[in-house]
């Protein structure tokens, strides 16, 4: 059975590949996962829209609401900025929101936007047509490949690398670590980086974020089953899957799992896979790492980059840090 047009309108062969190989080793490996880059297809993306205007999701908001209040400073910080680089924009808002004071100078403003799903970045390149003198280009990639392809693009000015929403926290701090030295690689002195990310809190906030009563986080999570449903032409049967979410606090992180209610067997012939559950058993689709101010200072101070300054918005523990190179 091919994914019906309706639900794929836009699946590269290379996409849909490179989701049949993760699929293919994180469900033959144990404990079984799956990257969390797999829950965007445009279901999953506008759920997690939904995700941001739910009362027990403060990120968004907050952030937000704090890009508002201090981009005329970051600005002022980085005078020549001609060239902001956005790994994982979604719908594009907060972008908006951080180049607006940007957008008024005189220099044309070049944004690259960096994510996996088309959908998002359609819906961001929509959102920016409502700023005059900013110019997009869209890469369509995970983070990694699209900041190199963004960044080996000339540019006429500084740079300035947006990584927002707590995006770092879906990374383990190895990773998160070599990402960080890899977006430091791409800067001259003088340009600039600002990290958006959530600040440990009590659990119940945490498993009430990602936990949600309405039940729209577990619809988010579980959409990863159906993706493989209709582009791997799986057989997993969702009522027969829980949503879970659960504090690791030694590792400081959010686990999202889907967790199989009773033994079963699952064939996904896309991913040339059968797979086996036990009752109780979980694929593993998401880790939200969560952070302390200084914590986050040293990510950029490690990668060789200097604390311009730090805002944290104390109600709903978020920080914003910028780092000049
Ligand atoms: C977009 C990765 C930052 O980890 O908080 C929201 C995704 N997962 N609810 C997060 C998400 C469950 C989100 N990030």
């Known amino acids: 059975m091919r994914p019906s047009a309706?639900?794929?309108?836009?699946?590269p062969?290379?996409?849909s590949s490179a989701f049949a190989a993760d699929v293919r080793l994180g469900l033959a490996a144990s404990p079984k996962t799956l990257p969390?880059?797999?829950?965007?297809?445009?279901?999953?993306?506008?759920?997690?829209?939904?995700?941001?205007?739910?009362?027990?999701?403060p990120i968004t908001r907050a952030e937000t609401a704090m890009l508002d209040r201090m981009a005329p400073e970051i600005a002022r910080a980085l005078p020549s900025v001609t060239d902001v680089v956005e790994l994982g924009p979604g719908s594009g808002e907060k972008l908006a929101r951080l180049l607006a004071p940007f957008a008024r100078?005189?220099?044309?403003?070049?944004?690259?936007?960096?994510?996996?799903?088309?959908?998002?970045?359609?819906?961001?390149?929509?959102?920016l047509s409502r700023l005059a003198r900013v110019h997009v280009v869209r890469h369509h990639a995970a983070f990694e490949a699209g900041l190199r392809q963004a960044t080996a693009a000339p540019r006429s000015g500084g740079r300035l690398v947006a990584f927002l929403g707590s995006n770092i926290g879906n990374f383990d701090p190895g990773p998160a670590d070599a990402l960080i030295a890899s977006i430091a690689a791409a800067l001259?002195?003088?340009?600039g980086l600002l990290l958006g990310a959530d600040l440990v809190k009590p659990e119940r906030v945490l498993l009430d974020a990602y936990d949600d009563p309405l039940g729209v986080t577990a619809a988010f999570n579980?959409?990863?089953?159906?993706?493989?449903n209709r582009e791997l032409s799986a057989d997993f049967e969702l009522g027969r899957f829980r949503h879970r979410a659960r504090w690791n606090a030694e590792a400081g992180r959010v686990e999202m799992h889907l967790v199989s209610a009773e033994a079963q067997q699952v064939r996904v012939p896309?991913?040339?896979?059968?797979?086996?559950?036990?009752?109780?058993?979980?694929?593993?689709?998401?880790?939200?790492?969560?952070?302390?101010?200084?914590?986050?200072?040293?990510?950029?101070?490690?990668?060789?980059?200097?604390?311009?300054?730090?805002?944290?918005?104390?109600?709903?523990?978020?920080?914003l840090t910028l780092f000049v190179r």
Request: charged content about 20%; hydrophobic content about 50%; glycine content about 6%.
């Open 6 to 11: 309706a639900f794929a309108p836009e699946i």
């Open 13 to 15: 062969a290379s996409q």
């Open 36 to 57: 969390a880059r797999w829950l965007y297809d445009a279901i999953g993306s506008a759920l997690f829209e939904a995700i941001c205007l739910l009362p027990w999701y």
């Open 105 to 127: 100078r005189a220099m044309r403003l070049t944004a690259h936007l960096v994510d996996v799903s088309p959908d998002a970045l359609d819906a961001a390149e929509r959102t």
């Open 188 to 191: 001259a002195p003088g340009d």
């Open 222 to 228: 579980r959409n990863v089953l159906a993706r493989m």
């Open 270 to 319: 896309g991913a040339g896979l059968v797979v086996t559950f036990s009752e109780g058993e979980s694929i593993w689709t998401e880790s939200s790492y969560k952070y302390e101010p200084e914590g986050l200072a040293s990510m950029g101070i490690r990668a060789g980059l200097h604390v311009v300054n730090q805002w944290v918005d104390a109600d709903a523990r978020f920080a």
